[in-house]
């Protein structure tokens, strides 16, 4: 009996310790813009989502999972390089065609962010994978980082509303791609 006692006097220390020692945390779910440098060298804006949850290991700095998908269907040249992408042209050059992209990215890693009244600005700088898919017939899957930061502003007690920009690069095809994401949208505190 007295060892049982003691097992449950120790979880519930344990429990209680553990809870002690985290801050806190957030989770975040918006809609997000991406500027993709595609691999054929084009730009092309991509619309989608970014979601992240982020807990606190220290007051001012959290571990960051971060999630988005972003989707389009941008112009391709077929047949070569055509200066004026209309119809069919002469040498070879084909009229533009719409492909279906589709790009995920999965990063993780540190953000430090710091409350100044009802404003939390935020950096990171958060690593992972992309995943890139053309027309469902060509796909890339890489390395990422993403260079970034925002701002919380606290709308009602554990709410507020998020702006974030990022620079996000990518290695699809074994070629660097340097772009631009922005996301905006809801945050729920814990």
């Known amino acids: 009996m007295?060892?049982?006692?003691?097992?449950?006097?120790?979880?519930c220390f344990l429990t209680t310790l553990s809870y002690a020692q985290l801050p806190g945390g957030n989770?975040?779910?918006g809609y997000s813009y991406l500027n993709a440098d595609l691999?054929?060298?084009?730009?092309?804006?991509?619309?989608?989502?970014?979601?992240?949850?982020?807990?606190k290991v220290l007051p001012f700095i959290g571990l960051v999972g971060d999630l988005s998908g972003h989707y389009g269907s941008p112009s391709v040249v077929s047949g070569g390089f055509c200066p004026v992408p209309v119809g069919s042209l002469p040498?070879?050059?084909?009229a533009t065609t719409n492909s279906t992209t589709s790009e995920y990215n999965f990063l993780f890693g540190p953000r430090a962010s710091f409350p100044i009244g009802k404003f939390r600005p935020f950096v990171h700088a958060l690593l992972g994978a992309g995943h890139l898919s053309e027309s469902a017939s060509i796909s890339s899957t890489s390395f990422a980082d993403a260079l970034g930061g925002?701002?919380?502003y606290h709308l009602i007690p554990l709410i507020s509303w998020r702006i974030q920009a990022d620079a996000l690069q990518t290695r699809f095809f074994s070629s660097t791609q340097n772009n631009v994401r922005v996301s905006t949208g809801i945050v729920v505190h814990f």
């Open 2 to 11: 007295g060892k049982i006692t003691v097992v449950c006097l120790l979880v």
């Open 27 to 29: 989770a975040f779910i």
């Open 39 to 55: 691999v054929s060298g084009s730009r092309t804006s991509l619309n989608g989502w970014n979601g992240s949850v982020e807990g």
């Open 91 to 94: 040498g070879g050059c084909v």
């Open 150 to 152: 925002g701002i919380d």
